[in-house]
């Protein structure tokens, strides 16, 4: 019986590279931000939380995907929300929300100074191709203090995304989350 007698709608190759599961991510630039606070966690939770760099809610990190980075993220998935950041999204929260050292803003003499870059998007590119590291970057703080997010979250924060929450493995869907919070 063939797949249009059956009811069954074939899946094309556009379909099955947007169902992208996070095991599967290996070296991508992956940004994960905290969207639950620290109250009543688990030591080990919070263990991971400094490990990842993730102190407060609404902070954001640039990591590598690694098998281990994976795990870290997999084991803080109810109080996260994480996925693969692409090159716009990235030099907007680049020229918005990144810092350096005294809370100073990373403007393009800075850029310029610290990277050799020319502009917030040649250094997203740089980023998302590995060819530079962020935590590399002299005098930069490796957090991003975001802003909540601007019409709040779907269904709050406690829902994890397979329920239309926000919670876990995003995708590429992380970034319109991360544009709404820049």
Do not use: W
């Not at 269904?155 to 239309?164: A, D, F, I, P, T």
Request: hydrophobic fraction near 40%; include cysteine.
């Amino acid at each position: 019986m063939s797949a249009k007698n059956a009811g069954i709608k074939p899946v094309t190759l556009e379909e099955k590279e947007e169902k992208i599961k996070a095991k599967d991510v290996k070296d991508v630039l992956l940004v994960a931000i905290r969207i639950r606070g620290n109250v009543n966690k688990y030591r080990n939770i919070k263990k991971t939380f400094e490990i990842l760099r993730l102190h407060k809610a609404n902070h954001a990190v640039l990591l590598k995907a690694t098998p281990s980075i994976n795990g870290l993220l997999f084991k803080v998935k109810d109080f996260i929300a994480y996925g693969i950041i692409n090159e716009d999204t990235l030099a907007k929260m680049l020229a918005k929300r990144a810092r350096l050292n005294g809370h100073k803003p990373l403007d393009g003499k800075s850029v310029k100074k610290f990277t050799g870059k020319d502009s917030y998007d040649d250094l997203a590119a740089a980023l998302i191709n590995f060819e530079l590291k962020y935590t590399d970057i002299k005098d930069i703080c490796p957090v991003f203090r975001l802003h909540p997010p601007r019409g709040g979250f779907p269904k709050g924060l406690k829902v994890q995304r397979s329920m239309g929450g926000v919670l876990g493995f995003h995708g590429k869907d992380i970034n319109k989350i991360v544009v709404k919070m820049i």
